[in-house]
């Protein structure tokens, strides 16, 4: 059995369950798998086997995940919020093999050089992860190779498709407007803040690397690894412990999304022994409540949902972090094959788009990282300037936001004319609001009780108020802008200087320089109105399971272990106990580097040192 489907025929007993098959589980099922033959391992993934899917290997088509309808998500409905308009928001994230890395925007970015520092862990600085980071990639474009990794599994690269020409144009819009434009934003160089040409997980010839395909399928499909075992579509209900407190094993159930007849297999429980230890690798927002189901949670949360205590970790699901995301879309002259929105609007064929390549496009060739002036920051107030003094300005490492560009309206295509656009991601990247997720009963298919956080704290709606205004200004420089696309902007008063614009030539035809918008506080206040509305995930869910002290809220120590409890760790992005400034792949897969090194030294592998030739050098 190395890739089962909803139950694992003849598996009784493993040494290693992995619960998630996502960035983190694969990096570290791929990394055991290969360094002791002999060591059974087990990955049990909720959702589908993610290899042949044409959605997930060609970059263009990432957005048909993000519909409603889709299978390979996992949604998380939240409360309703006051801060967000009243609405019950829902939160993707990637539910099948490879996790968030076979459906996200493959955009490469490390965190800062002062992020992994700041967790203030032994084994965990920067100096420390770099190693890891370098470890997992094999990377082909600008930067040291004191920095970059030439024979990891995962291939990032820099000459897959891009549309050069509006790339030009957006680093040109952003150098009028002062910030540095840097050859490689991921060196973790103190200080580097600025715009590059991004990297993505995307092969050379246009096709997405993600997890599983960089350190699971390989294994699976030689003849060398029949110790390593996936199941997919099997959701992981609780952890099973022995009378000592040790993890014994898990409960699945068949995910009946998969199944034909659900009835048949609705109520099914099963289970699977571990040997050596059990791993818990769910997501941020998966994992919290695999561990609640567990027993191994707040007192309060397990009595409400009737399950007996095991461990009293108060900080399970609390914590919950995400980047705040916005996308503003901009109207634009340019070509049907210079935009992905004649694919998205139905009217380019996805054989037409594998002919000119654009199948081969994640629509982004643009990312930044930028903090606000002193000035800036006087103009957002005396509460957010209270709050710059106190988190960002001593630490001139530390962006406020990331800026992404994307060659196309994101969202409902039946919504715009059929035209092209481009599109302005805005993310907060330290957001001083905090959410949590905890269980509402002792079954996987219990909703849980979720609570974003977003926009709780006044500060974060600053940093929006700030992205849009720079979004803005960059836009306005660009020579492909024609003004903005109402739907996606707020309503400014009529007679205001920051009304809408509809423009059949760009404002830089005359040659002259800009003046930035002058924004009342009316205006700011249309845009925060917007922003409630409209403000979303970017998909970068962490911190529900911190990486600290159990007496300051913390659920894993430093080797990853679960307080109160044996032979159970967590590996995936819920055990960052700060945030990090970058989009957050990257991190997860050094997590998992570092998680499966860990394990390896534990069970007396080589580990790092080790020369593993299996998964290195599979990339091509
Ligand atoms: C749409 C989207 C776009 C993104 N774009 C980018 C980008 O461009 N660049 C970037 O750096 N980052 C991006 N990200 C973020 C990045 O992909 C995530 O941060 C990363 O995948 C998190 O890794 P993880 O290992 O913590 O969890 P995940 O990768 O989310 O894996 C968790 C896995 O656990 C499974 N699971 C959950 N519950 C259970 C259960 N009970 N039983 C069994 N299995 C379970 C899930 O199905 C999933 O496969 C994006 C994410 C999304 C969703
Ligand atoms: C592994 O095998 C699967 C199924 O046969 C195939 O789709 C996939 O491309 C292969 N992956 C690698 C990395 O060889
Ligand atoms: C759980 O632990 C917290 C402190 O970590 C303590 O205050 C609380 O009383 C404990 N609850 C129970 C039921 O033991
Ligand atoms: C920032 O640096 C100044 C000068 O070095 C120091 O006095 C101050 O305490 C620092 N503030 C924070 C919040 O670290
Ligand atoms: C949040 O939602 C859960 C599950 O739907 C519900 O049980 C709970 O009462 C809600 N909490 C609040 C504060 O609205």
Redesign the pocket.
Known sequence: MPIANKIAPGLDEVDIIICGGGVAGCVVAGRLAAADPELCILMIEGGENN??NPTVCHPALFPTHLTPASKTMVWYKANKSEHLAEREYILPTGGLLGGGSSVNAMLYSRPNKGDFDAWNTPGWSTADMLPYMRKLETYKGPGGPEFHGNDGPLEVTFDAKRIRKTEDDFLQAIEQLGYPIIDDLSDTVPGHLGFERVGKTVSTDGERRDAA??YV??L??DSKHPNLHVLCESKVNRVLFDETKRAVGVEYAPNPEYTVIPSSTERLRLTVRARKMVIVSCGALGTPLVLERSGVGSPDVLKQASIPVVANVSGVGTNYQDHHFMLWPFKTNLAPCETLDALYGGRMSAEEAGVNGLIGYTGCDVHGKYRPSEQEVKELGPDFEKHWQAEFRNDSSKPLLIMASFNTFIGDHSMVPAEAYFTIGSCSTYPHSRGHIHITGPDWEDPPEFDTGFFSEDVDVKMQIFGYKVAREVARRTALYRGELPLGHPEFPADSRAALVDLDTPLTASGKSLEKIKYTAEDDQAIEKYLRKHVGTTWHSMATCAMKPRSQGGVVDKDLNVFGVQGLKVVDLSICPKNVGANTQITAYTIGEKGADIVMQELGLAGAKQEDGQLNG?AH
């Open positions: 290899a042949g395909t960089a399928h390989p699976l499909n599979h």
